[in-house]
Each structure stands twice: as structure tokens, then as C-alpha cells.
């Protein structure tokens, strides 16, 4: 063989070699990029629970945890927030009257309480 043949024959070889990309170091990513990451992406547990004695169940429990931000889950059609009332703001929350039913109920029972602690005092009182 001659020189040149060599020459052709390592230049075919080489054009067949396997590129290796470059390994890339990775920083260690902290607290605050991982929340990003599951916020922005959301991140969905679910799983059951079952005890059983005897091949008798006993108790399920069903777990299912999605967290995401607020955005995507408006995006997947989670907004329960809004129309419960117990997390809205709006002024729909609470009825006129059904606020004047509780405020009535707590008066009721305030007095119930001061009743009885007058009671006990007054017991207290007659066995000393």
C-alpha cells in the first residue's frame, strides 16, 4: 500500500468515527430552581393506601396531590378556589343572612358560656 492509500483509507475511517459530545458539569441546582421547575411544570402525586386483616379490608385511603402553581392549574382546569367559599374574597362569599345567622348563633353561645362560668363561680363561692 502506498502512503496515500493509507492517507484516503484513515480519512474515510475518521469520517465514520463517532462524534462524542462534550460532558457538561452540572451545578447543583438549589431549593428555589427546584420549586420553579414543579411549579412551572406541576407535579402530580397519587397513590392508595389499604390495611386488610385476614383478607378483610379495613380501611382505603385514596391520596391524590397535585401541586402547581396557579397558573397551570387554571390551565388544566383546576379552580376550585374561586367558588369556595371559604378561600374567595368576593363579597358573595358569605350571604347578608347567613352572616346574621352566625353572628346571632356566636352571641347565643357567648352568653351560654358566661352563663355557666357565673354558675361556677357562685358554686365556688358557696364551698369555701
Known sequence: MSLNAIDLDRGAASHYLVRHMPIEQRQP??????????????????GDIKVSLANVELLTIQLRLVICSIDKAEAIGINWWRSDRFYSSSPDAVSAAEYAA?????????????????????AERKGR
Open 29 to 46: 441546582q438549589g431549593l428555589v430552581d427546584i420549586l420553579d421547575k414543579i411549579l412551572d411544570k406541576g407535579l402530580v402525586v397519587a
Open 102 to 122: 352566625l353572628s346571632s348563633r356566636v352571641a347565643q353561645l357567648e352568653e351560654q358560656l358566661s352563663a355557666k362560668s357565673l354558675s361556677a363561680s357562685k
